[in-house]
């Protein structure tokens, strides 16, 4: 758009006297008279065809001659020539010349034809109809390319060649091209027909099939545009809404002879795919019944992938993130990672022990972290490979997150240092939401990896399904549209095109910054696995499949017909790699152990001891120095910049937090303040990342203050604590809890000095995650032996709110704990509590104080090591005025409480306690508000759970026992069926080892985590409240 207009602002009136040298010399003078000139008192613009769209390209046109009259075609010239002469309207036009095939040299005659003559309107139409021609070529010419190896099928499931394109594959076929004229049935082909074929025409800027020329036959622009568009190369890109991006992408695709390599390219492209193909050979000859989700049939992912990181890092990037899933893992753990083969294949061998904690995970899902030298680019270049579960998918945003981290860290804002790839199979890409949730991170900025390469393995098949039953949309990877990523479909059997397109991407990557996707088109040689019969559902495939040469070996006949390689040096190259295999082989026998850590993807260098333990087994007090507390509280309730004007509520809300201070207490916002501030000043970056985190659901946060007065002015009180801090990131995330979850799972994987928190609008939402939470958080330790200390913060209550919004859902974290609910642990064991939490697969928490939660997320960062903690946080209790604590609670010396004892009258006489009811998060209100009403402060104790997970034995053994004459009841909100009592009743029970029951008091089983009737909620409340304080309440089941 702008450089029409820039061309078109140059037309300017001309005298008859003047020349086109003048002309040209004169632009300055024309960009300021355009205005009045344009369609007045040009001569050109005086022309009877000049409307719409046709008087674009004339300008163009026109610009162009005044530019140089020989980049138009002759016609053009005379024509322009003659109205500038004062030719009267209509009369300028002289026919274009026609040319013989591919003789552009006879134009030179054109010169001699002066001869006026009315048909400006065809010339017109004619230039319009090979602009529009050449568009449908970007556009859809890769619906015609030949994608796949095959042969059989159609990439983009439809077999139709698009209407505006004229040649099908067969190529400036004559009769090809007189069918496809036929079928357009209104005024021919844009008016085209084959007579114009050996016409010349001057090509717009917005093509680069001319390379030198800035004119081609009609012909010869067709050939060129099936040569850029309709080969082994699918390029889609004509929804990008940039020019320059357009432009970028078409002048690597469309200028003749772009895709050269040189001879020690091509050599090296066939070692990588011997290496890549005689890989999965050796493992099948080794372990011919295992499955190991071999690459065959798309063994140039190897090279692929090698090229990307190669190019990446000539362009600057030394460290690579990857995940992808089974398919061809162990390959690119041996021949991209370079793990060490003998690790590899020691993991087929079923009698090596376990040397590592944990249950270990299968060998095509484990992890990897390599640094070695790029031998191409000669530079460091650190790999790393995401573990990653079965969940297809599941490991883009934590791929993401990692990366995202990796370059925070190293201060690569813009991502020239640390980049990501992510693989993915077909029907995986197209099928998984996740990919959606995962692009729709790629470009916001607290989460944007400034640029991902996703190479997706296409090999036409998902398990045993047709791509037809597995996708609506043409392509696997119509889903990058949604981000404007290009995206590239390359036949897979032509290793050279793929070695292309690969490159482009990574250029692409290095350049805009942005996504790009890379689609493998080819074949799976044998079933889903190796066991598997693929012939059962795709017999004519698997024929063909039959019958196809494997690439390697046509590559390899290429080259030799090429004289690049003769026949013995490529059988060198083969039984090089084989010896390789073998020597690893041989190594692999003498590995008496299987060390899974040996496959972290994410080591921590410093934190463990060097044999990988914790560095001590204790936890240092979580209190803060008074005056620590007063800064933070004094910043938190302060605008710290210079004519910032804040919301007058907000003010009140300052103001109450300030009151706070002043009286040396915290409620829950503070509390989070203190927390957050104190592990920022002692150089812990903290990340709080979720739906609205930023002010908060609940209005209580206010993390980031806005100017009423000036458009996203904002300002973060927590950044402007102290000179020297940690930086403080909050950040408001998309509307995605699987996307966000998982990519603040990676982000807390890069590093275990930093406080990562991902927060759910409402807690329930957390099953929108379950994967990341069941898959990864969950057992992710036990699987691959890495920590990681992610913090989910899930609101959850019952407050009369309906079935949703209520429930985080604690029964099902508390299901998926790995602590034993029938055995005593040795309470004598010094540290119990630290051994508890450094055995355990997670924590639990539900504070009833703001006090607590401050000290349990300092904690989670003080602790020795790592790992996940769920924290049910308070809705109501955020403003509740007795959910306050006091600053002596938060003191040096102070810590976590795992459970806070009945402290008041009961307590002091213990024995005369007739019922301790146990309970956890906001219910204690509820509870204490009620044992006052009925004055039972004596009979009733009320003790907190307030770390649910591992559960405190000790200290509930001390509570149990202190109340001799006491029943013991669990008291809950949630419904009996959910909530925490089915993990805490067997618990409490081997506590006091079965010697009395444990009571319920709490709602009934249920279907719905809570009701939509407010009056129902009401009367639940009271009814479990009854018999929480009714004495007699068991008596009958006792
Ligand atoms: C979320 C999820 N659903 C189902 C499966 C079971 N599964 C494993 S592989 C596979 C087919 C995947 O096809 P594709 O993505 O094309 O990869 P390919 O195996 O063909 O390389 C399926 C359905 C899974 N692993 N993950």
């Not at 568009?229 to 469309?254: P, T």
């Not at 609205?692 to 100017?707: A, I, Y």
Request: with cysteine.
């Amino acid at each position: 758009m702008f450089h029409l207009r820039t061309c078109a602002s140059k037309l300017r009136p001309l005298t008859a006297s003047q020349t086109v040298q003048t002309l040209s010399q004169n632009k300055a003078a024309a960009v300021r008279t355009f205005q009045q000139i344009r369609c007045v008192s040009a001569p050109v613009a005086a022309e009877p065809f000049l409307s719409g769209t046709s008087s674009n390209y004339v300008e163009e046109m026109y610009c162009a001659w005044l530019e140089n009259p020989k980049s138009v075609h002759k016609s053009w010239d005379i024509f322009f020539r003659n109205t500038n002469a004062g030719a009267p309207p209509g009369t300028a036009y002289q026919s274009p010349l026609t040319l013989s095939r591919g003789s552009l040299a006879t134009m030179a005659h054109a010169q001699s034809l002066v001869e006026a003559q009315p048909n400006v309107d065809k010339l017109v139409e004619d230039h319009l109809a090979v602009q529009s021609l050449i568009r449908a070529y970007q556009i859809r010419g890769h619906h015609v390319a030949q994608l796949d190896p095959l042969g059989i099928l159609d990439a983009d499931l439809d077999s139709s060649v698009p209407a505006d394109i004229i040649s099908s594959t067969d190529k400036l076929d004559l009769a090809v091209f007189k069918e496809r004229l036929g079928m357009l049935t209104v005024g021919g082909f844009y008016g085209l027909d084959e007579s114009d074929l050996d016409k010349v025409f001057h090509l717009p800027t917005t093509t680069f099939i001319g390379g030198q020329e800035s004119a081609l036959p009609l012909r010869e622009i067709i050939r060129r545009l099936e040569m850029a568009y309709c080969q082994h190369i699918g390029v889609e890109f004509m929804f990008i809404n940039d020019l320059e991006q357009c432009q970028w992408i078409r002048q690597k695709f469309e200028t003749p002879g772009i895709m050269q390599f040189t001879n020690e390219e091509k050599r090296t492209l066939l070692a990588r795919l011997v290496r890549s193909t005689r890989f999965e050979e050796f493992l099948h000859r080794k372990w011919s019944s295992e499955k190991r989700f071999g690459l065959e049939g798309c063994e140039v992912l190897i090279p692929a992938l090698k090229t990307i990181i190669d190019k990446s890092s000539e362009n600057g990037v030394d460290y690579v993130i990857m995940g992808m899933p089974h398919r061809g893992r162990l390959n690119v753990l041996a021949n991209v990672i370079r793990k060490e083969l003998e690790q590899i294949f020691c993991q087929f061998d079923s009698k090596l022990e376990a040397a590592d904690e944990g249950s270990g995970d299968m060998k095509y899902h484990l992890g990897m972290y390599h640094r070695r030298i790029n031998r191409v680019t000669d530079r460091n270049i650190t790999l790393s490979l995401v573990a990653n579960p079965s969940h297809l998918e599941a490991a883009d945003p934590v791929v993401m997150g990692k990366t995202k981290a990796e370059q925070f860290y190293c201060g690569d804002t813009e991502g020239k240092k640390v980049m990501s790839i992510l693989l993915h199979g077909d029907a995986a890409f197209a099928g998984q939401g996740i990919v959606y949730e995962t692009f729709h991170l790629s470009d916001l900025p607290s989460y944007t990896t400034h640029g991902t390469v996703h190479v997706v393995v296409n090999n036409q098949i998902g398990f045993t399904t047709d791509p037809r039953m597995a996708r609506s949309s043409p392509y696997p990877t119509d889903v990058a549209r949604v981000v404007n990523a290009p995206i590239f479909h390359v036949n897979s059997d032509d290793p050279e095109a793929v070695m292309y397109v690969c490159k482009v991407a990574a250029e692409w990557r290095s350049t805009f910054h942005k996504d790009v996707v890379v689609d493998l088109v080819c074949y799976r040689r044998n079933g889903h696995n190796e066991m598997d019969e693929p012939m059962f559902t795709q017999p004519l495939m698997y024929k063909q499949i039959r019958k196809q040469k494997p690439v390697l070996q046509k590559y390899a006949e290429l080259l030799v017909s090429q004289g690049v390689v003769n026949q013995p040096e490529y059988e060198e190259e083969i039984s090089k790699y084989d010896k390789i295999c073998e020597e690893a082989f041989a190594r692999s026998k003498d590995e008496k152990i299987l060390h899974i850590k040996h496959w972290l993807d994410s080591p921590w260098p410093g934190f463990f001891t060097l044999d990988g333990q914790p560095r001590s087994m204790t936890c240092p007090s979580t209190g803060l120095e008074e005056d620590v507390l007063a800064h933070i509280g004094n910043v938190a309730s302060s605008v710290p910049v210079e004519n910032f004007t804040i919301h007058g509520g907000l003010s009140r809300i300052l103001k109450t937090r300030r009151e706070l201070v002043t009286n040396r207490t915290v409620d829950w916002a503070l509390a989070e303040y203190m927390a957050f501030g104190s592990l920022l000043k002692e150089g812990i970056h903290v990340r709080l990342s979720g739906q609205d985190v930023e002010r908060g659901t609940f209005s209580h946060r206010h993390h980031v203050l806005h100017d009423q007065n000036v458009d996203k002015r904002t300002c973060i009180p927590m950044n402007h604590l102290w000179p020297s801090q940690a930086p403080y990131t909050v950040c408001n995330s998309s509307l995605s809890e699987y996307g966000v979850l998982g990519f603040e799972l990676g982000f807390a994987m890069a590093s275990p000095n930093a406080l990562v928190l991902w927060e759910a609008q409402f807690g329930d939402f957390n099953n929108m995650a379950q994967c990341i939470i069941d898959q990864f958080i969950c057992p992710g330790q036990a699987k691959w032996v890495r920590q990681n200390g992610i913090v989910l913060l899930l609101p959850h209550g019952m407050e009369g709110m309906g079935p949703e919004h209520s429930s985080a859902r604690p029964e099902r974290f508390l299901q998926m704990c790995n602590d034993d609910p029938d055995v005593l642990p040795d309470l004598t064991e010094s540290n119990f509590d630290i051994n508890q939490l450094y055995d355990c697969n997670w924590v639990v928490v539900n504070c009833s104080t703001p006090g607590n939660f401050f000290h349990v997320l300092r904690r989670q960062i003080l602790l020795p090591f790592r790992k996940p903690l769920i924290v049910f946080t308070p809705k109501s209790l955020l403003r509740h005025p007795e959910a306050r604590t006091n600053f002596d609670e938060m003191l040096p010396g102070t810590h976590f409480q795992r459970v806070i004892p009945e402290d008041g009258p009961a307590a002091q006489a213990p024995e005369n306690v007739k019922r301790v009811l146990f309970c956890t998060g906001k219910v204690y209100y509820d509870l204490t508000r009620e044992r006052k009403a009925r004055d039972m402060t004596e009979q009733v104790a009320i003790t907190r759970i307030e770390q649910l997970s591992p559960f405190p034995f000790d200290l509930l053994l001390k509570e149990a026992q202190k109340y001799p004459n006491a029943e013991l009841a669990w008291c809950q909100e949630e419904h009996k069926n959910q909530g925490y009592y089915d993990y805490v009743k067997p618990r409490l029970r081997t506590t006091i080892d079965r010697a009395k029951p444990v009571w319920y008091a709490g709602r009934d089983p249920a279907a719905a985590p809570a009701t939509g009737n407010k009056k129902t909620h009401l009367t639940e409340l009271q009814r479990f409240l009854d018999t929480a304080f009714d004495l007699d309440a068991f008596k009958k089941f006792s």
